[in-house]
T-cell receptor, first 115, second 111 residues
Framework: DTGVSQNPRHKITKRGQNVTFRCDPI?????LYWYRQTLGQGPEFLTYFQNEAQLEKSRLLSDRFSAERPKGSFSTLEIQRTEQGDSAMYLC?????????????FGDGTRLSIL | SQQGEEDPQALSIQEGENATMNCSYK?????LQWYRQNSGRGLVHLILIRSNEREKHSGRLRVTLDTSKKSSSLLITASRAADTASYFC???????????FGTGTRLTVIP
């Protein structure tokens, strides 16, 4: 168990550029989640996958955001035409799919800074 | 908007003392979970309590849940400097394990 891995750890980009983050979950975990966390706040749910299927998306996930998990393993989160308000820590988590009451295992996040 | 709120927002104690953090939430839940986050890192799961449970222990941690008041508390006994971190409660309302986090309590344990 190597834990949840996120890359890159930090991303600095200019407003209007596109960015893509990657998350590698714990290998036997079917569920994968994306959260966004701004300074001084708790994480906010964005979306989650069960295997390759994206089952739920938050209203926070505008049409500039897209997430994929093509083979049910790693996932990518892309933000197009970035805005200042997109600056945040983007966290990925994974869990087993054996019903509810499963803890989530988090990566260390990707910190996005928009100049 | 976030589901829960923690109280206090910040807590500073001496090493060896106990720390109590409270969490209130708004809707019915399937379970409530507590997580810890060190600065600049991801969250680490501490303990999960189901909606039909009232109290749970894990090492130096004790969690209570009162569904009638929609509140939970986390007690850390005999605190250590290494317990310094932010602590978040998170609720799973749907059973699909989509978590809604509170605003967190920043705990500082002074050696």
């Amino acid at each position: 168990d190597t834990g949840v891995s996120q890359n890159p750890r930090h991303k600095i980009t200019k407003r209007g550029q596109n960015v893509t983050f990657r998350c590698d979950p714990i290998s036997e975990h079917n569920r994968l989640y994306w959260y966004r966390q701004t300074l001084g706040q708790g994480p906010e749910f964005l979306t989650y996958f069960q295997n390759e299927a994206q089952l739920e998306k938050s209203r926070l996930l505008s049409d500039r955001f897209s997430a994929e998990r093509p083979k049910g393993s790693f996932s990518t989160l892309e933000i197009q035409r970035t805005e200042q308000g997109d600056s945040a820590m983007y966290l990925c988590a994974s869990s087993l799919d054996t019903g509810s009451n499963q803890p989530q295992h988090f990566g260390d996040g990707t910190r996005l800074s928009i100049l | 908007s976030q589901q829960g709120e923690e109280d206090p927002q910040a807590l500073s104690i001496q090493e060896g003392e106990n720390a109590t953090m409270n969490c209130s939430y708004k809707t019915s839940i399937n379970n409530l979970q507590w997580y810890r986050q060190n600065s600049g890192r991801g969250l680490v799961h501490l303990i999960l309590i189901r909606s039909n449970e009232r109290e749970k222990h894990s090492g130096r941690l004790r969690v209570t849940l009162d569904t009638s008041k929609k509140s939970s508390s986390l007690l850390i006994t005999a605190s250590r400097a290494a317990d310094t971190a932010s602590y978040f409660c998170a609720t799973d309302a749907s059973g699909a394990n989509n978590l809604f986090f509170g605003t967190g309590t920043r705990l500082t344990v002074i050696p």
